[in-house]
């Protein structure tokens, strides 16, 4: 059985999660842009729950720690989408702050495996090629990780994925009071359109709230 699973995303106004960069070149709408009171619900979201799921693009990106704020409570357990074992062992997620799951492939290299597991990580191996078989992968970390609340942070290519395999319980959208543009930039949702091959996925509204100039939204999977 699957962990009680959401998406929670911050989103501009055209729907942009960031200007299309460089690994390591700063998110130029990151933090420092964001109210304090949004930065205190995104933190206390991270806090509610068992484990954070994050692609490898996330940690290639922003090497993020995806811990809490100094002080605040239990880190939840850090899963990374890592189907070739691409990660560098030297990124700041395999710090001892908290537990780190990293979820390969049969075709991930046992060199590049080793590599992590010596940095404290934990390995799932599931499905085969670039991307991690997500279903199994869902109950492993519940059963053998003691996972029973998952929120997903990233990046599109997750996020595309876990809608395509109807994985989400919510989905939770922070309507930010800005404009991004572009063309390449990135989104919530990337990779291929659910138009006009696929089920287009429909979401009932289950909340919806308002936070100075932000709107945050909940939705769910209409039947």
């Not at 068992?50 to 993020?64: E, F, H, P, R, T």
């Not at 990779?191 to 939204?217: E, T, V």
Request: aromatic fraction near 6%; hydrophobic fraction near 40%.
């Amino acid at each position: 059985m699957k962990p009680f699973t959401f998406m929670l995303v911050a989103v501009s106004l055209d729907g942009k999660i960031s200007p299309k960069r460089r690994p390591g070149q700063p998110n130029p709408v990151g933090p420092v842009y964001i109210n304090e009171e949004i930065m205190d619900l995104h933190n206390s979201q991270r806090a509610g729950v068992d484990g954070i799921m994050v692609g490898l693009n996330c940690i290639l990106m922003d090497d993020s720690r995806l811990t809490l704020r100094e002080g605040e409570g239990r880190n939840p357990t850090r899963v990374v989408l890592d189907g070739l074992a691409e990660m560098p062992p030297t990124a700041r997620i395999l710090g001892s702050e908290a537990p780190t799951v990293v979820a390969v492939t049969r075709d991930a290299p046992p060199r590049r495996v080793r590599a992590l597991e010596e940095r404290g990580a934990r390995i799932i191996v599931s499905g085969k090629g670039r991307f991690v078989d997500l279903p199994p992968l869902m109950d492993e970390l519940n059963r053998a990780h003691g996972i029973k609340k998952l929120m997903v942070e990233g990046g599109g290519t997750v996020h595309r994925s876990m809608i395509a395999q109807d994985l989400y319980d919510e989905l939770h959208l922070i309507i930010c009071p800005f404009v991004i543009g572009g063309s390449g930039s990135i989104t919530p949702a990337g990779r291929a359109s659910f138009w006009p091959k696929g089920r287009i996925p429909f979401y009932s509204l289950a909340q919806n709230r308002q936070i100075g100039d932000y709107i945050y939204l909940v939705y769910k999977p209409k039947e």
